[in-house]
């Protein structure tokens, strides 16, 4: 089944800055690639996702890349805001939503 | 749009005794998901329905975890008898299809005592 790893766990980056969060997959299968943030004690929310068929999608100060070939996608957070301070966590599925896995997390915080 | 709907937010109960989560997804979706998440890690998917159909139980620890989605509509999940590692929060979750985003419920907090 699909293995999802994700680094680093913690992050710590200043405000202002950018924060880069990588994942890593195994099923040659996986797809779909969606990324949640969750703060403390809420529910995870969509924040991006991206499909095998595109290499790179962008929506204001996130962004999201794929690697196909080398089976990793990352995370960019420019411009980080202590509001971005959170758990985020990316996760893989097949072009059926099957053997959907979540990576174990990294959590952000943004220092003022 | 209404969100995924979750009962109860909260529910502690001993050791040996047994509990139900109930869920019901956003409407129109077909697909619901039960996730089990540690304090610490990340959502572990337990069973995903298509419709009224399992399609995903792989995870489930099937001497003591049980659910259903009778009418392809809101579902429970059920712990029968309860351990104490199975401590954690329920998610919920629902989406229009299996590989379109996934909208999340609240979660139900479990504690074993």
């Known amino acids: 089944g699909e293995n999802v790893e994700q680094h680093p766990s913690t992050l710590s980056v200043q405000e202002g800055d950018s924060a880069v969060i990588k994942c890593t997959y195994s099923?040659?299968?996986?797809?779909?690639f969606p990324w949640y943030k969750q703060e403390l004690g809420k529910r995870p929310q969509l924040i991006i996702d991206?499909?095998?068929?595109?290499g790179e999608k962008k929506d204001q100060r996130i962004a999201v890349t794929l690697n196909k070939t080398a089976k990793h996608f990352s995370l960019h957070i420019t411009e980080t805001q202590p509001e971005d301070s959170a758990v985020y966590f990316c996760?893989?599925?097949?072009?059926?939503?099957?053997?959907?896995?979540f990576g174990p997390g990294t959590r952000l915080s943004v220092l003022p | 749009e209404a969100g995924v709907a979750q009962s109860p937010r909260y529910k502690i109960i001993e050791k040996r005794q047994s509990v139900a989560f109930w869920c019901n997804p956003i409407s129109g979706h077909a697909t619901l998901y039960w996730y089990q998440q540690i304090l610490g890690q990340g959502p572990k998917l337990l069973i995903q329905f298509q419709n009224n159909g399992v399609v995903d139980d792989s995870q489930l620890p099937k001497d003591r975890f049980s659910a259903e989605r009778l009418k392809g509509v809101d579902s429970t999940l059920k712990i029968q008898p309860a351990k104490l590692e199975d401590s954690a929060v329920y998610l919920c979750?629902?989406?229009?299809?299996?590989?379109?985003?996934?909208?999340f419920g609240d979660g139900t907090r479990l504690s074993i005592l």
């Open positions: 991206i499909r095998s068929n595109v």
């Open positions: 996760a893989a599925t097949d072009n059926y939503g099957q053997n959907f896995v």
């Open positions: 979750a629902s989406s229009a299809q299996g590989n379109q985003p996934q909208h």
């Open positions: 099923d040659s299968a996986s797809n779909y």
